[in-house]
């Protein structure tokens, strides 16, 4: 049973910075891409960062390119999101997620994705 659990949701001022960790558990971690998503009060969830199982290569939504980086350690079985130059439209609960598949060739896209952590608050006030 695949088991993820984030951590390290606050509050910060806009300008500032947060990291996120999530732990995974319940399969072989490096076989499998990792991805972050958020859900603001009234909008639908949306991607926000995917990682693939090597750590090789990373992929962003265009509204978070060049502030947030997505990164894995899989000797620790653990995915992180460093966000920095926070704005308060990144107000959201920020969720880890893991898709059904290992080694897939679409990694990147937002339906591979079908596990989810519990989420943890992001608040970024202006």
């Known amino acids: 049973q695949v088991q993820l659990v984030e951590s390290g949701g606050g509050l910060v001022q806009a300008g500032g910075s947060l990291r996120l960790s999530c732990a995974a558990s319940?399969?072989?971690?490096?076989?499998?891409?990792m991805a972050w998503f958020r859900q603001a009060p009234g909008k639908e969830r949306e991607f926000v960062a995917a990682?693939?199982?090597?750590?090789?290569?990373?992929y962003y939504a265009d509204s978070v390119k060049g502030r947030f980086t997505i990164s894995r350690d899989n000797a620790k079985n653990t995915a992180a999101l460093q966000m920095n130059s926070l704005k308060p439209e990144d107000t959201a609960v920020y969720y880890c997620?893991?898709?059904?598949?290992?080694?897939?060739?679409?990694?990147?896209?937002?339906?591979?994705?079908?596990?989810w952590g519990q989420g943890t608050q992001v608040t970024v006030s202006s």
């Open positions: 997620a893991a898709p059904q598949r290992p080694y897939s060739r679409t990694w990147y896209g937002p339906n591979e994705y079908v596990y």
């Open positions: 990682i693939a199982w090597s750590g090789s290569m990373t």
């Open positions: 319940g399969r072989t971690f490096n076989s499998y891409a």
